[in-house]
C-alpha cells in the first residue's frame, strides 16, 4: 500500500508531475525568451507560460456539434497522464533512482509517443478537417522519428552491456544501470562511438517537440494549429502541460543517456547541475534550431528522418557491434 | 472568489492576436505582421501572440471592408471565437470603407455586424498606433473581465 501511495507521490509532486511542470515551464520561457534575443526582440517575461495557462484557465471551453465528445475531452487527460508517469520513470543523477529503479528504457520508449497519440486521438475527434490533416502528419512524422530513438536506446544499451558482460553480447536496458555504469566509466556523450548517436538525438528533439523545422502538424499558418484547432480553454491548457512535461522529460532523458555525471556528492548541487544540462541541450537542439529555420513539408522531414538521424544512429550501433 | 480574480489578473498578460482578414488589399495585414516581427514594436513583449485558430483567440483584430463574398465568413469565424474577446478594427477599411465605401461589392462599416471596441484609423495606421490599440483593447478586456484596471 505504502508502495503505491510513494509511487503517486513521485508521479505527482518530485521528479514527475508538480516538479516536471515547474521545470519545463521555467523551459518554455527561457526557449521564447532567448529565441526572442537571439532575433534581436525583447521578448516575453520569463512567467508566461503561466500567463497562459492562467488566461486558458478563464475561457470558456467550446465543444463542436460533430466531435466524438468522449475521445475529445480525454484527449488532453490521456497525453498528461502518460507524461507524469513517464517523468517519475526518468533518473535524476546523484538525486533520485527513478520510481522502483524501474527507469527501464523500454518503459520510457513505450511512454514517450503517449502526447503525440493524445493529439492524433484529438485531432480525429474534433472532426475538423485541419485535425484530420495534423493527424496524418503527426503520424507520419512520428514513423520517422521514432525509428532514430529506437536505435539510438539500442546502442546505448548495447554498449553498456557488452561493457558489463566483459565484451561478450549482452544488452543493458535498466537506465539505472546504464547511468551507474557511466558515473564509474565516463559519459557516453564523450565516446567516439556514441557522438553519431548523440548527435541523432540532438536531430530528434525537434521532431518529437514540435518545434521548427519540425512543428509540421502543428503549423499555424497553413492548417491553423491542425489537432488543436478546436481545443480552446482549460483543455487547451493541458495540452500546454503536456508539452511542458514532455520537455523535462525527452531533455532528461538525453542527460541520463550520454551525460549522467554528478559533480559532488550534494543533491541540490546535482539538481541544478541536471536542470543546468537539460538547459544547454535545450538550447542547443531547439531554441537555436528554431530561431534560424523555416518549416518543411512532411515529406521532407520524413525523408530527413530516414536518412539522417537513422543513418548515423545505424552508425553507433555498428560501431558498439564490432569494437 | 479570490484565485479567480487572480487568474483574470494574470489573464490580461496573455492576449493572443488574432487576424480576420475581411476583403483587405492587405496593407493593413503586412503592417500587422511586421508588428509582430520586427525588433522595433515586438507585441510579444506584452505577452502577445499570433495564434492560428479562432478558439485560441482573445483580441481580434480586422482588416478590410467586409467585401459580399467573404461576409457571411467574417462572422461565422467572428462566432467561433470564445468569450472573453475584444475586437479591434485595424485600418480605415473596417471603419468607414474609406475609399471603398459605396461600392457595389462592400457591406462595411464592420460594425454593422460586430460590436467593435477600438477602431484604429490608419491606411494602413503606423505599428505604433497599432500597439496602442492592443494596449487599449486589453483595458478594454480588464473591463469585460470585471477587474479594476
Redesign the interface.
Known amino acids: 500500500m505504502s508502495d503505491t501511495l510513494l509511487a503517486i507521490l513521485h508521479m505527482c509532486i518530485f521528479p514527475g508531475g508538480a516538479f516536471a511542470l515547474i521545470v519545463g515551464f521555467l523551459f518554455k520561457g527561457l526557449d521564447r525568451r532567448v529565441e526572442a534575443r537571439l532575433q534581436r526582440r525583447v521578448g516575453p517575461p520569463l512567467i508566461q507560460p503561466w500567463l497562459d495557462a492562467a488566461k486558458l484557465l478563464t475561457k470558456e471551453t467550446l465543444i463542436p456539434k460533430t466531435a466524438v465528445r468522449s475521445a475529445f475531452l480525454l484527449a488532453p487527460v490521456f497525453g498528461f497522464t502518460g507524461m507524469a508517469v513517464c517523468a517519475a520513470f526518468i533518473p535524476i543523477p546523484g538525486v533520485f533512482d527513478g520510481l522502483f529503479n524501474m527507469g527501464d528504457l523500454l518503459v520510457i520508449f513505450y511512454l514517450l509517443p503517449i502526447p503525440a497519440m493524445a493529439l492524433m486521438l484529438g485531432g480525429s475527434a474534433s472532426s475538423s478537417p485541419f485535425g484530420a490533416m495534423g493527424f496524418s502528419r503527426e503520424m507520419l512524422l512520428m514513423l520517422a522519428y521514432e525509428t532514430p530513438l529506437l536505435m539510438i536506446l539500442l546502442a546505448v544499451a548495447m554498449l553498456v552491456g557488452k561493457a558489463m558482460n566483459g565484451g561478450a553480447w549482452g544488452a543493458e536496458f535498466s537506465l539505472l544501470h546504464i547511468v551507474a555504469w557511466q558515473q564509474e566509466y565516463g559519459s557516453l556523450g564523450l565516446n567516439p562511438a556514441m557522438i553519431p548517436a548523440l548527435i541523432a538525438y540532438l536531430i530528434f528533439l525537434p521532431g518529437t517537440m514540435g518545434a521548427a523545422p519540425f512543428d509540421i502538424a502543428e503549423a499555424e499558418t497553413e492548417i491553423l494549429e491542425g489537432p488543436l484547432l478546436e481545443y480552446g480553454g482549460p483543455l487547451l491548457a493541458l495540452f500546454q502541460v503536456t508539452s511542458a512535461l514532455k520537455t523535462f522529460v525527452v531533455l532528461g532523458l538525453g542527460v541520463a543517456l550520454f551525460f549522467p555525471g554528478t559533480i559532488c556528492d550534494l543533491w541540490p548541487v546535482n539538481l541544478v547541475w541536471f536542470v543546468f544540462k537539460c538547459l544547454v541541450l535545450m538550447l542547443i537542439s531547439l531554441t537555436i534550431v528554431k530561431s534560424a529555420t523555416g518549416r518543411y513539408r512532411i515529406e521532407q522531414a520524413f525523408r530527413f528522418y530516414v536518412t539522417v538521424p537513422t543513418g548515423l544512429a545505424l552508425c553507433s550501433l555498428i560501431l558498439v557491434w564490432v569494437m | 472568489m479570490a484565485l ?1 480574480t ?3 489578473k ?7 492576436l488574432f487576424r480576420i482578414n475581411a476583403g483587405s488589399c492587405n496593407g493593413c495585414d503586412v503592417e500587422l505582421a511586421t508588428t509582430a516581427c520586427i ?1 522595433r514594436y ?1 507585441v ?4 502577445c ?5 479562432p ?2 483567440a ?1 483580441v481580434v483584430l480586422i482588416t478590410g471592408p467586409l467585401t459580399t463574398r467573404v461576409k457571411d465568413r467574417v462572422l461565422k469565424v467572428w462566432d ?1 471565437i ?3 474577446k475584444v475586437t479591434v478594427a485595424v485600418g480605415i477599411c473596417p471603419i468607414s470603407c474609406g475609399v471603398f465605401r459605396g461600392g457595389y461589392s462592400i457591406e462595411g462599416p464592420i460594425d454593422r455586424y460586430i460590436p467593435v471596441d477600438v477602431n484604429v484609423p490608419g491606411c494602413p495606421p503606423r505599428p505604433q498606433a497599432i500597439l496602442e490599440g492592443v494596449a487599449k483593447a486589453l483595458e478594454i478586456w480588464k473591463k469585460k ?1 470585471g477587474i479594476e484596471g
Open positions: 479567480d487572480t487568474l483574470k494574470l489573464s490580461v498578460r496573455s492576449p493572443w525588433p515586438d510579444e513583449r506584452l505577452g501572440r499570433y495564434c492560428g485558430s478558439r485560441h482573445d467561433e470564445p468569450e472573453p473581465l
